[in-house]
């Protein structure tokens, strides 16, 4: 259904207001007159346009137009000030006419007024939709639980959302307040732009290097991102630790803010209560050192039992006569002392997440040219280096692999008294670790080269390399022999041996 605009008539001259009611009531408009400045201020609920004239109530009427809150046709003489015009139809929905001698500006009332009417209704639709925006916006802002802040140009709160109530604050109690009130001293140069910027004073930044400021007066990538501060709980001496984003160029918050006006531009942000992950994270930090110091502890304690049980095998030893049956005390000796190792080598470490490879092969290498005399038998025993890091379950069996191929080579491969080199290697080969014991001495006897072969030149298979073999399957790998390559090459009338177990990488949660 059409509805009728409602025109309220305040022009001075009785006659040409006959002529405008005329052509407005021939446009299907609604007329309303008013004599004085209080009669259209009790009839400017009911009207949707004002048509007035430059000389109503003394001109009074004309020079506060742009306070009425409804849209006006405003008749002018043909010496009308442009500049003056232009002051009081600052509304977008308000126009002006000039008088013509031949009073054709009457004709052209209907269609501005019409023009009037539809704008002012658009723009109340706009407005519309964005108050039920801002409401929409506003109320999602009260149900943030993170304390949702604008600041103005000089740093003051502008806008605070409920949130801020964690702190034992209402919003009220701090609009107008410089943000730094609320913060620690010690966090202050955090905060304050001319701290934060007096410290690069002088000093070349770029785009990485630019100080990220709390108050940045930039968006995108310079905007301040979890910034870590303590601020004030009212009434208490207490501190609450908060995590702070802030974004700059913010002149609104889903409603107007004339604390903005001629200020500056403000800052919007966010803050976070972080204070309890605080407390959980010193909590845990102080657990898993606890719990660090157990483990040592526990390493230590296994490692020194394991010293214990080899101390009482050397005793035993001691009291054995058949030299045979004192070798395999010496082995067991041997092996027990290099599990040992691999929990030293833990206790000492700084971390718990495994063995260093390097490292653990150079004691256990130290320890076994002890064992076999290798110094005096003129026999080099040799670590390369590697990065590897071994997870305790990995190091384990492998520790005993080492001790049995080393063992093996001093015993076998420099039976003959002469001098010379064993090595100890370990590399990551893809997707496989491989772990190589080689020496330079007899060599493999006739027939035992290759996958699978077990005993050096002269001496059958034994339980040692049975249990090499155990171990590598216990590894999910394999056991592989081969003479030394030529850049390797054996001394004059050896062969030499090299010894590999190759096994897959596993990492610490495929360990556990």
Same mark, same amino acid.
């Given at each position: 259904?059409?509805?009728r *605009?409602?025109?309220?008539?305040? *022009? @001075?001259?009785?006659?040409?207001?006959?002529?405008?009611?005329?052509a407005?009531?021939?446009?299907?408009?609604l007329?309303?007159?008013a004599?004085?400045?209080?009669?259209?201020?009790?009839?400017?609920?009911?009207?949707?346009?004002?048509?007035?004239d430059? =000389?109503?109530?003394?001109?009074?009427?004309?020079?506060w137009?742009?306070?009425?809150?409804?849209p006006?046709?405003?008749?002018?003489?043909?010496?009308?000030?442009?500049?003056?015009?232009?002051?009081?139809?600052?509304?977008e929905?308000?126009?002006?006419?000039?008088?013509?001698?031949?009073?054709? /500006?009457v004709?052209?009332?209907?269609?501005?007024?019409? %023009?009037?009417a539809?704008?002012r209704e658009?723009?109340?639709?706009?407005?519309?939709?964005?108050?039920?925006?801002?409401?929409?916006?506003?109320?999602l802002?009260?149900?943030?639980?993170?304390?949702?802040?604008?600041?103005?140009?000089?740093?003051?709160?502008?806008?605070?959302?409920?949130?801020v109530?964690?702190?034992?604050?209402?919003?009220?109690?701090?609009?107008? %307040?410089?943000?730094?009130e609320?913060?620690?001293?010690?966090?202050?140069?955090n905060?304050?732009?001319s701290?934060?910027?007096?410290?690069?004073e002088?000093?070349?930044?770029?785009?990485?290097?630019?100080?990220?400021l709390?108050? =940045?007066?930039?968006?995108?990538?310079?905007?301040?991102r979890n910034?870590?501060?303590?601020?004030?709980?009212?009434?208490?001496?207490? /501190?609450a630790?908060?995590?702070?984003?802030? /974004?700059?160029?913010?002149?609104?918050?889903?409603?107007?803010?004339? =604390?903005?006006?001629?200020r &500056?531009?403000?800052?919007? $942000?966010?803050?976070?209560?972080?204070?309890e992950?605080?407390e959980?994270e010193?909590?845990?930090? %102080? +657990? #898993?050192?606890?719990?660090?110091?157990?483990?040592?502890?526990i390493?230590?304690?296994? %490692?020194?039992?394991?010293?214990?049980?080899s101390?009482?095998?050397?005793? =035993?030893?001691?009291c054995?006569?058949?030299?045979?049956?004192?070798?395999?005390?010496?082995?067991?000796?041997?092996?027990?002392?290099?599990?040992?190792?691999?929990?030293?080598? *833990?206790y000492?470490?700084?971390?718990?997440?495994?063995?260093?490879?390097?490292a653990?092969?150079?004691?256990?290498? +130290?320890?076994?040219?002890?064992?076999?005399?290798?110094g005096?038998?003129?026999?080099r #025993?040799?670590?390369e280096?590697?990065?590897?890091?071994?997870? *305790?379950? @990995?190091?384990?069996?492998?520790?005993?692999?080492?001790?049995?191929l080393?063992?093996?080579?001093?015993?076998?491969?420099?039976?003959? $008294?002469?001098?010379?080199?064993?090595?100890?290697?370990?590399?990551?080969?893809?997707?496989?670790y491989?772990f @190589?014991?080689?020496?330079?001495?007899?060599?493999?006897?006739?027939?035992?080269?290759?996958? &699978?072969?077990?005993?050096?030149?002269?001496?059958?298979?034994?339980?040692?390399?049975?249990?090499?073999?155990?171990?590598?399957?216990?590894?999910?790998?394999?056991?592989e022999?081969?003479?030394?390559?030529?850049?390797g090459?054996?001394?004059?009338?050896?062969?030499?041996?090299v010894?590999?177990?190759?096994?897959?990488?596993?990492?610490?949660?495929q360990?556990?």
């Open positions: 259904m059409h509805r *605009i409602k025109v309220l008539l305040a *022009i @001075t001259s009785p006659d040409e207001a006959s002529l405008v009611e005329a407005l009531a021939a446009a299907d408009c007329c309303g007159h004599d004085d400045l209080r009669a259209v201020e009790q009839s400017m609920g009911d009207s949707d346009v004002i048509v007035t430059t =000389e109503f109530a003394a001109g009074a009427f004309a020079d137009l742009s306070l009425w809150p409804i006006a046709v405003l008749v002018t003489d043909l010496s009308a000030d442009p500049a003056k015009l232009a002051a009081d139809l600052v509304d929905s308000s126009s002006f006419i000039r008088r013509d001698p031949a009073g054709l /500006w004709g052209f009332i209907p269609m501005l007024v019409r %023009k009037a539809a704008i658009s723009l109340d639709r706009q407005n519309s939709n964005i108050i039920r925006a801002e409401s929409s916006y506003m109320n802002l009260r149900a943030v639980p993170d304390i949702v802040y604008v600041l103005d140009g000089d740093g003051c709160f502008a806008y605070l959302n409920d949130a109530s964690q702190l034992g604050w209402k919003p009220s109690e701090l609009i107008g %307040k410089h943000f730094a609320l913060v620690h001293p010690d966090d202050l140069p905060v304050c732009r701290l934060v910027l007096g410290r690069y002088g000093v070349a930044t770029g785009p990485d290097d630019a100080p990220k709390f108050d =940045e007066r930039r968006g995108g990538e310079r905007m301040t910034l870590e501060v303590r601020l004030r709980h009212r009434g208490s001496g207490e /501190w630790d908060t995590s702070v984003d802030s /974004w700059g160029e913010v002149t609104s918050l889903g409603v107007r803010l004339p =604390e903005f006006q001629g &500056g531009t403000g800052t919007i $942000g966010l803050i976070h209560d972080v204070s992950r605080r959980h010193r909590r845990m930090s %102080k +657990e #898993l050192d606890a719990r660090n110091l157990l483990l040592k502890e390493h230590h304690r296994v %490692k020194n039992n394991l010293q214990v049980v101390s009482l095998l050397s005793l =035993e030893s001691d054995v006569e058949d030299e045979r049956a004192k070798a395999v005390f010496v082995e067991c000796q041997t092996q027990v002392q290099s599990m040992s190792l691999v929990h030293e080598q *833990i000492r470490g700084s971390t718990l997440d495994g063995v260093e490879a390097s653990y092969f150079e004691r256990l290498a +130290e320890y076994l040219a002890g064992v076999h005399d290798a005096n038998r003129g026999i #025993l040799l670590v280096p590697t990065d590897v890091v071994l997870s *305790i379950d @990995t190091a384990m069996p492998l520790s005993i692999i080492a001790t049995e080393v063992s093996n080579s001093f015993k076998h491969g420099f039976a003959d $008294g002469s001098g010379g080199r064993v090595s100890i290697a370990m590399a990551r080969d893809g997707d496989e491989a @190589t014991v080689s020496d330079d001495g007899a060599g493999f006897r006739a027939g035992q080269q290759g996958r &699978g072969a077990s005993a050096p030149a002269g001496k059958s298979k034994g339980i040692g390399m049975d249990l090499v073999e155990a171990l590598a399957a216990q590894l999910g790998g394999r056991l022999r081969s003479r030394p390559t030529a850049d090459e054996a001394a004059p009338g050896r062969s030499g041996a010894t590999t177990v190759r096994f897959p990488v596993r990492d610490a949660a360990d556990r």
